[in-house]
C-alpha cells in the first residue's frame, strides 16, 4: 500500500478498475487501495456513469446464513479457500479471482443470478479472518458450508439437502450449484 512509484500507481488503479468493474462499493476501494476518494469516485463515475452509491457496509453476519445467501456465499468461499491455499497471489487477486469462477458457476446455473455481490463477497472474506464465520460440513451431503462461528454443527444439514418449502423452483438450480 506504501508503494508510491508509478508502477505502483499503475497497479493501484487497475485493482481498483477491476473492483468497480465488478461492483465494488466505495468503502472496499477505500480500504483496498491506496488511492484518494476523490480519485476513486473519479474512477466510479468514468465506469458507472453515476456517483458511488453511499451509506454503510452490510455488516451483519446473518444475511450469509439466510438460505440462498448461504448457497451462494459457500460457492464462492470454497473456490476462495482453495485459492488460497495455493498462496501464489495476494488475497485481494485471490479474491477477484474467486469472485470471477464464481459468477462463471452461477451463470451455468438455470436462474443465472449472482446472489452474492463483490462487496458481499469481500465482506464474508473479512469476517472469516477476523474469526466470525466458519464453515460447517453437512451431514448429508459432505459439503462445506458458511455458518456463524461456534455454531454447535456436528448435526449440521445444509440448505441444499434440507431446503425450506418456499424454495421450490430455485431448489433444482441450488442442487445444480452444488454440483460445480
Ligand atoms: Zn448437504
Not at 487501495?33 to 451483519?60: A, N, Q
Not at 479471482?97 to 443470478?113: P, T
Request: aromatic share 8%; net charge positive; proline share 4%.
Amino acid at each position: 500500500m506504501a508503494d508510491r512509484s508509478l508502477l505502483g500507481e499503475m497497479r493501484q488503479i487497475q485493482l481498483a478498475i477491476e473492483l468497480i468493474e465488478l461492483g465494488a462499493r466505495l468503502q472496499v476501494l477505500e480500504t483496498e487501495t491506496s488511492l484518494s476518494r476523490g480519485r476513486l469516485i473519479k474512477l466510479y463515475k468514468e465506469i458507472h456513469g453515476v456517483s458511488p452509491p453511499k451509506g454503510m457496509l452490510p455488516f451483519s453476519t446473518d444475511w450469509f446464513v439466510t438460505w440462498l445467501p448461504n448457497i451462494h456465499s459457500s460457492l464462492f468461499y470454497n473456490i476462495y479457500e482453495s485459492l488460497s491455499l495455493l498462496g501464489t497471489e495476494t488475497r485481494m487477486a485471490t479474491m477477484v479471482k474467486a469472485y470471477r469462477l464464481y459468477l462463471e458457476q452461477v451463470s451455468m446455473l438455470e436462474d443465472r443470478e449472482p446472489v452474492l455481490g463483490l462487496t458481499r463477497a469481500w465482506t464474508l472474506v473479512r469476517f472469516f479472518q477476523s474469526g466470525m464465520m466458519q464453515l460447517s460440513v453437512c451431514r448429508r451431503c459432505g459439503g462445506r458450508f458458511v455458518a456463524h462461528a461456534h455454531s454447535i454443527d456436528h448435526d449440521y444439514v445444509c440448505g441444499i439437502c434440507q431446503p425450506p418449502s418456499r424454495a421450490g423452483k430455485t431448489r433444482k438450480a441450488a442442487q445444480r450449484a452444488k454440483r460445480t
